[in-house]
């Protein structure tokens, strides 16, 4: 480190607001920012991986106090800096991109417009150059068409179009800082390539320091010149990206790693002899939206012949990027929506032809685990009203569905104490439990999981996996495993299907699938799968 | 654009013509026979009179003729025949309209500036004093009974104070010309306007702050302040403008409401309106006129509909005509 630090954050020190789970949000945290190099700062959700970037562009909230420590920039300490100073400072001279392009856009302004609002706001050039300006960084960051996108709405964009237009947004003043908060968390893998790289070469062109907010080892090994691991708000450890990777110290931080899944599938035993448990056949499923006297309508194919079986006992993964139609194939053979065409038989019965009754007694055999524990549990209703109003719907009586929640709960590692607690009482991971507790209490024979790992972190999540993967082989289940993380995929699945635009490219036992990737598009999620190099580097 | 316009428009008959079909039948179907009431204000009720009553006016056709012929006539504006003013109805409510819109319009447009004003201020100022302030009036005027602050406006400035008149659309007699008589009308305007504006203004004054401190939490607010603009221009433009969203769609539903929600101001301050034609038309069992007024009620009511459905894609791109 021979560069002289442009930021320089010493001994930082925020406290929450008494009542809050601890008593400092960011705890001592000291690192600098190099021109012309990339810090990644990593921990999981709470970490305070987030408080260090808004302290570094003044945006922490009122509640959060300031006790102790320097941000140094420009030779002036950021944290008593005033509001006409942070006026100056913000955009101009530090500038940040956020997770969530959509919802970090305004949706009512043009892309043009806010981006030509940076000029604005500091005073710079004329209205019609603003324009001009804005239209050429669009052109930089490599959005396409940038004269259309330059009059879109940030609606009509694509989530990896939002977010080169956000970053395009961020570099229109030249800062000399650029922090990016999980900045393609949000995105699919092969976009999510395609960005970290812009970032690279833009941050290298400009010679700008990067402070890189990731909870992904794979996006760190892909892009970080050096890294700081935060846990509870706490510096675990700092050093060159490289020796973080390879030479962890600190057992927190290898704990971290190890959880990282990897791209090498386990050995699995065939599984050939089994009879099916799920048979999908034929299903088609066009979405019709608008339409009317005068209108067209527009026409969304979300399954296009869709062929796939599960045995008993399988785990059959199916991955692909949002809009690629997973979550639909997942609803059709759920039976929460109808399929224009096509048959899902559960064992020897005809799951799409019965109604009624006849189904609501079928249903039992298939449950599903979904993606957010925050928005799946009834925020009204106790844990234990929630796992076991399934079985009472089925003429359990409380009694027996209470007792066997309790076992449930047991089962999936919680404490019997949990029946009675609402669901904000618990973490994500823990929701994400109860979550399954609430699918097994239907004894079902077929699980269905859309994304049901997505939203935790990697510690939670590979606990999660592993109860999964106990839990069926427990129980016997069958497994529908709905994810676009191809690393989970590799973990957990037997099979993998890989889905685009709503047809099954490729089919094929997890194994060779990651061996032998035949269709090109397969070969493109794989090859976009972050922190691939140095993780075989490692290996 | 259009086509949607002409979609919107074609569905809007529709739902008009049977609106007309439905208040048609059910006045029909109310106890009392229309003639029976002529013949017996005539003060003549023999059979022979009603029975001629009931020919004149149609009355003794099947119902379905009945309805057949009131639907030909309201697309030729003619929207029968008010027997207890000896006028045709569609004449009575061309005269009592325009006095109506003044004033639903004049309060709405004050009930909407000001309630946004208020609702700004509160959500700038949330949980200081002049937030309290804001929202404890509105509370008051959304909560108190609009006929009882009609009354109480009339007593302090008209009788109390003898700022403004208190009833009437104009000072009779003094037959003002030119700008003398806006200034009458206006004078005139001034007390009904308010106090129909002030609840309306209290609902849009309440939705305006809470929507702006919702849309503050946004993360584009953040990035507007990211950006190091101003705190007036992100209130502004960022965080007003998609506050404003919900408030078009609640100002819309009520606009439409307006023509018919006049009837009790309108009846206080002896508003020459709709709303009090409506309301003698009701006490005289004059049921053509009745229908007439709520045929008038429910163009309104899809106009403004329409209208709102028009402004709402202006100001929000998302919503896109389908085409």
Known sequence: MSATPVVSIKNLKLALPSGSDRPHAVDGVSFD???????????????????????????????????????????????????????????????????EPMTALNPLMRIGDQIAEMFEAHNLLAPRQRKQKALQLLREV????????????????????????????????????????????????????????????????????????????????????????LQHGKVVEQGPADDVLRRPQHTYTRALLAAVPSMQPPPRAPLADRAKAVEVIGLDKTYVSGGGWFQAERRVRAANEVNFDILQGETVGLVGESGSGKSSVARLVMRLIEPDQGTVRLGDADFTRIAGRALRKERSRIQMIFQDPFASLNPRRKVGNIIADGPIAHGTTPVVAHKRATELLGLVGLNASAMERYPHEFSGGQRQRIGIARALALEPEIIVAD??????????????????????????????????????????????????????????????????????????LLAAVPGQISSSRAA | MLAFIAQRLAKAVV????????????????????????????GASDQIFVTQLREKFGL???????????????????LGFSFRQQMP????????????????????????????????????????????????????????????????????????????????????????????????VGAHLILPATTMGLFFMATYARMTRASMLEVKRHDFVKTARAKGLRDAVIQRRHVLRNALLPVVTLAGLQAGTLVGGAVLTETV??????????????????YNLL??????????????????????????????FAS
Request: with cysteine; hydrophobic share 50%.
């Open chain 1, 33 to 99: 920012l190099v021109p012309g190099k990339i810090l990644c700062v990593v921990g999981e959700s709470g970490s305070g991986k987030s408080m260090c970037a808004h302290a570094l562009m003044g945006l922490l909230p009122d509640t959060i106090i300031r006790e102790a420590g320097e941000i140094g920039y420009d030779g002036q300490n950021l944290l008593t800096l005033d509001d006409a100073g942070w006026l100056a400072l913000r955009g101009r001279h530090i500038a940040m991109v956020f997770q």
């Open chain 2, 60 to 78: 003794d056709q099947p119902l379905p003729v009945q309805l057949y012929r009131y639907v030909k006539g309201i697309v030729t504006l003619d």
């Open chain 1, 142 to 229: 490599g959005l396409p068409e940038p004269e259309r996108s330059v009059r879109a709405y940030p609606h009509q964009l694509s989530g990896g179009q939002r977010q080169r237009a956000m970053i395009a947004m961020a570099l229109a003043l030249e800062p000399t800082v650029l922090v990016a908060d999980e900045p393609t968390t949000a995105l699919d893998v092969t976009t999510q390539a395609q960005i970290l790289e812009l970032i690279r070469d833009l941050q290298r062109r400009r010679n700008m320091a990067v402070m890189f907010i990731t909870h992904d080892f794979g996006v760190v090994s892909d892009i970080a010149d050096r890294v700081v691991v």
């Open chain 2, 89 to 184: 109805v569609a004449k009575l409510i061309a005269e009592r309209l325009p006095a109506t819109l003044l004033l639903t319009v004049t309060a709405f447009v004050i009930s909407l500036l000001l309630g946004i004003l208020f609702g700004t201020l509160a959500a700038r100022f949330a949980g200081t004093w002049a937030d309290t302030a804001i929202t404890i009036l509105a509370l008051i005027f959304y909560a108190t009974p609009l006929f009882w602050v009609a009354l109480m406006a009339i007593l302090l400035f008209s009788v109390s104070m003898d700022w403004l008149p208190s009833f009437g659309y104009e000072t009779v007699g003094a037959n003002y010309t030119g700008f003398a008589h806006v200034l009458d």
């Open chain 2, 269 to 286: 301050f002896a508003w020459p309106g709709i709303g009090r034609l409506m309301y003698e038309a009701l006490l005289q069992r004059d």
């Open chain 1, 451 to 524: 994304e049901a790992v997505s939203a935790l972190d990697v510690s939670v999540q590979a606990q999660v996996l592993n109860l999964l993967e106990d839990l069926k082989a427990r129980l016997g289940l069958s497994m529908l495993f709905i994810t676009h993380d191809l690393r989970v995929a590799a973990q957990i699945c037997d099979r993998i299907a890989v889905m685009q635009r709503g047809a099954i490219v490729e089919l094929k036992p997890t194994a060779a699938l990651f061996s032998a990737p035949e269709h090109p598009y397969t070969r493109e």
């Open chain 2, 291 to 320: 229908l007439g007024v709520f045929v008038v009620c429910s163009a309104m009511v899809l106009a403004f509909n329409l209208i709102t459905d028009l402004i709402y894609r202006a100001v929000d791109p998302r919503i896109e």
């Open chain 2, 15 to 42: 739902v008009l013509l049977a609106i007309v079909a439905f208040n048609f039948t059910l006045i029909r179907m109310a106890p009392g026979d229309p003639a029976m009431v002529m013949a017996g204000e005539a």
